[in-house]
């Protein structure tokens, strides 16, 4: 199977490598010319787990032009449209789409490329990152949930599921995946925005009982634009997971942290806080905190000079 990695930051070489060592063929899509070029002369570097080194193609999304079997989406919220256009000439007739994005919405982007019963829908809890250039950091164990946009794409979805099993991803077929996606929407809804604002770990903002306040009203809003929009939601278990997730990340600081405060980037509080916001004002639900953070990103971005 020829499979594309459109966006191969720290997660997409962790699957992009997997995926080749169980031998398919594999192509990573990038832009950052230091990695792109880093890999093309030393190989993916692995560090962690099980250290490795491996040849990998690696080009410009423009230069790809062999029509692809399967397309996994790992691009930052905000290039997924870039990223369809600069791609389009690789999706065929029958080429699977699976998006991995962070946040909500994606599907209302990834359907004017994609026809429906082609569109994978997707929450992962794998981890990964990146030393520099060509050298990716794997370690720990994972697992993903998936489901075929429209219900006529379940069938041919199997093989997509068995292939990324053979590649030791934990790949489950969900009969509901949006419950998953909202969730992990909320773990980064409750802790992207408010460590990058406060400038500290996920541990250092949930210690205090001011923040834990915020993050409840956070879920509530989260949940109740959720439920509106008809996926199923419980609070209190949604609650209990990101105070779950919280102590096990709680030394880490976040991504949204990483790319707003320590390496001055825009940030995806656009497709997070700021979709439930305005998924929000169209159902008539009051979202105060969720508009509030997203007001107080962007207000960051214009600081530093980053806003688009």
């Known amino acids: 199977m020829r499979i594309y990695i459109a966006g191969s930051g720290a997660m997409g070489c962790r699957f992009g490598y997997q995926l080749q060592q169980s031998g398919q063929e594999v192509i990573l899509l990038d832009n950052w010319q230091d990695h792109i070029d880093a890999i093309k ?3 993916l570097k692995i560090v962690g787990d099980k250290p490795d080194c491996v040849k990998m193609t690696i080009m410009h999304p423009t230069e790809a032009h062999e029509t692809a079997d399967f397309i996994i989406l790992f691009t930052k919220a905000m290039q997924l449209p870039q990223m369809l256009e600069d791609i389009k000439q690789i999706i065929g007739e029958h080429t699977k789409v699976l998006c991995l994005l ?3 919405g994606h599907e209302d982007t990834i359907r004017k490329y994609i026809k429906e019963e082609n569109i994978l829908m997707g929450v992962t809890v794998w981890t990964a990152g990146l030393k520099g250039p060509g050298v990716a950091i794997l370690q720990g164990k994972g697992s993903i949930n998936l489901q075929s946009f429209d219900t006529c794409g379940k069938e041919s979805s199997a093989q997509i599921v068995d292939v990324m099993n053979q590649a030791g991803l934990n790949v489950i077929y969900d009969e ?3 419950p998953s996606i909202w969730r992990k929407a909320c773990v980064n809804g409750t802790m992207n925005s408010t460590c990058a604002l406060c400038d500290c770990t996920i541990g250092e903002f949930f210690a205090t009982e001011d923040a834990l306040h915020t993050v409840r009203a956070i879920i509530h809003e989260f949940c109740e634009v959720g439920i509106a929009s008809g996926v199923k939601l ?17 030394p880490h ?4 942290h990483q790319d707003l405060v320590q390496n001055h980037r825009l940030t995806e509080i656009d497709f997070i806080n700021g979709a439930v916001a305005r998924r929000g004002r169209k159902l008539g639900i009051q979202t105060p905190y969720c508009q509030m953070i997203t007001d107080l990103i962007h207000a960051k971005e214009h600081i530093l ?4």
Do not use: R
């Open 102 to 104: 962070n946040g909500l």
């Open 41 to 43: 002369q030393n190989g």
């Open 176 to 178: 509901d995946v949006l």
């Open 305 to 308: 000079g980053i806003s688009k």
């Open 253 to 256: 600081y976040p991504s949204m």
């Open 234 to 250: 419980n609070e209190s278990e949604i609650v209990d997971y990101v105070m779950h997730v919280s102590e096990i990340a709680a």
